[in-house]
């Protein structure tokens, strides 16, 4: 099992936004419909062994599940309004509280740092993304990694403080978009499961 864990900064909270201006009138969801994607989306086929969690604004967290994850498609528009439909399932619900939008997608209010105490609970291991870590080709990975990665923005002071005594893990020297991190770290842990590179 692997997890991805993408941070945004300013993704909405609730779902009245128009599917028609994701990168403005919908805070940058777009980065979150191209994360959600290549997490998922094989060319014939969706990754059972995934998790996302989309953890918004400190407050709110999106997780999809690939092995019950249904009507996914490749186009950002399709996905967005599946998770417009998430955020307006969101609210009404108590923190902590769970309920899931459509199959495969569950939201609950809850901030980074208890996400990811409950996903550690769960047997993840989070691994923070950053061009100063371990360079991930010599790097040992554990059986179940949780990838945690931040939008267009730095992370903040305070998230920076819930992920210091994480690891980090480098996949390379320059910055990359989110997706594109998750296309590489999808990779990485294919071509060592497939035994196609020595394990550190």
């Known amino acids: ?3 991805f864990i993408v941070v945004s900064h300013t993704a909405p909270l609730e779902g009245g936004f128009s599917l028609s201006d994701l ?21 014939h086929g969706i990754r059972k062994d995934v998790r996302l969690y989309l953890a918004i ?10 092995r019950r994850l249904r009507h996914l498609n490749p186009d950002e528009r399709s ?5 417009r439909r998430a955020l307006t399932r969101a609210q009404g619900l108590s923190p902590g ?12 209010w809850e901030g980074l740092r208890e996400l990811l105490v409950r996903i550690s609970g769960e047997g993840f291991q989070p691994l923070v993304l950053d061009e100063e870590g371990q360079f991930v080709r010599k790097a040992p990975l554990p059986a179940w990694p949780a990838f945690v990665l ?4 730095d992370f903040t002071p305070a998230e920076r403080e819930s992920l210091v005594l994480y690891p980090k893990i480098s996949l390379g020297p320059l910055s990359l978009h989110g997706h594109q991190c998750i296309t590489l770290v999808h990779n990485e842990l294919d071509l060592r499961e497939a035994k ?5």
């Open 150 to 153: 931040s939008d267009h923005k």
């Open 79 to 83: 996905t967005a309004a599946l998770l």
């Open 1 to 3: 099992m692997r997890a």
């Open 57 to 66: 604004r400190d407050r709110l967290v999106v997780e999809l599940e690939g």
């Open 97 to 108: 509280e769970s309920a899931e939008s459509t199959p495969g997608i569950r939201v609950r």
């Open 196 to 200: 196609w590179v020595g394990s550190p």
């Open 23 to 43: 990168p403005g009138g919908a805070g940058r969801l777009d980065i979150l419909c191209r994360c959600t994607t290549e997490a998922f989306l094989l060319s």
